[in-house]
């Protein structure tokens, strides 16, 4: 029997809870596997596959769901990214797994017709999921960007703030890049305790992300050599 304690292991253990994973032939192989690994840890999965029955099957088995989708047809992969947003309103993740093996045999008697289906599946499948999904992570501020800052953030608790100035500018510029503010903040305010001071990462990342009066804040901080707590 599972305690409360292991159930509640298990449940902080699931890292992709509430995430939507669209995973193009998942129905089989490595893409099976995946959108088993991805269930488990809590992610919404959506098998994009040819084998209905397959894919309908696993779909069922973890909790997700199965939509058809040739991945050589724009259309398809299109509607495959729509069937996520109806479902649970946005995708954060999308694997583009979906391929299969190149004709064997001497170029020398290569059927062109067999490249060109090869070329359809393998390589535009592939842009047909990057195009779209990027457009609907776009859309919905979602996805690789915002995943990449949760990595980013996990590996700076991980390691702390480093007295080092160039980790620091090197933190603080990933930590802009990806809108964590108030941890840019905290190491920035870290750093001017230490006395090693990273204005100019401060005030250009401010900058590019248009944030100018908390640029001039900085500017001014400087004067006084102690850090104000950041506007808004
Ligand atoms: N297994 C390997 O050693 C290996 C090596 C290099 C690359 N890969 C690539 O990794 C991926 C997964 O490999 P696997 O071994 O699990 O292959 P697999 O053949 O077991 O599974 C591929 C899946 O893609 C699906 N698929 C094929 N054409 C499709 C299409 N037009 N639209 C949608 N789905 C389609 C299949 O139905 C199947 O479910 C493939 O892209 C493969 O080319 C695999």
Known sequence: MVSNGETAQRMFSKRLIGKVAVIT??????????????????????????????????????????????????YDVEHAIQFALKWKGRIDIMFNNAGVAGPEGSITNLNMDDLRALIDINLNGVVHGIKHAARAMIEAKTGGEVDEGQIVHGFVEKIGIKKDVIVCNGLLSMYFKVDRLTECWRIFYEMVVKDTVTWNTMICGYSESGLYRESIRVIECIEFSTPQAPIG
Do not use: P
């Not at 088993?36 to 894919?55: M, R, T």
């Open 25 to 74: 032939g998942g129905a089989r192989g490595i893409g099976a596997a995946t959108s088993k690994l991805l269930a488990e840890n809590g992610a919404y999965v959506i098998i994009a596959d040819i084998l209905d029955e397959l894919g309908a099957k696993l779909a069922d088995l973890i909790g997700g769901r199965y939509v058809h989708c040739d991945v050589s047809k724009e």
